[in-house]
């Protein structure tokens, strides 16, 4: 596992913070403290309805998902019938769902991936990239790899990683804790 130190560099985050923007704008010390204390709408890192904050919203799976898909409701267990048109997707390699607290990705390689949705970071849902295949939030850039370990922070919590299990026919996915 890389420290943070050996992590590559994040440009979204390597950037200057808050309190340098204000002074470069000439505001003293006394007008950056009512900024604070007022509570303005200046925060980086808010947590509003749309960030998808852990333990929020989860999606509900549609047709063609059997078993458990949301980890909140007890031991991750379910099966994904690839040949619905709900994820079919799946069968190519490059493709992605999100199914209940999970993303399911076929990588480049062809290999079946299922990790938690939600960025370890602040808790924005994360998204497959083929280009790079991997795990990518874009709300501040942290990356992981398929394994679930992270590559460029700021995250600095890896995502759970479960277990995929591919039928002999090719047609149905079994994702398990």
Known sequence: MKTIDQMK???TTDQMNRGEFMRSLGMSSAALMAFYCMGTGLTACSKSSSDGT???TVVTPAAGVTGNADASAGTVSFTIDL???NYSKLKTAGQYSIIGS???AKSTSGSFVALSKTCTHEGTEVQYRATQDDI???NHGSEYSLT???EVGPATKALTKYKTS???DGNTLTVTA
């Open 9 to 11: 560099s994040n440009p």
């Open 54 to 56: 852990p333990g929020g």
């Open 83 to 85: 040949t619905n048109s």
């Open 102 to 104: 999970l993303i399911v």
């Open 136 to 138: 990518y939030c874009s």
């Open 148 to 150: 679930g370990a992270v």
């Open 166 to 168: 591919l039928s002999a």
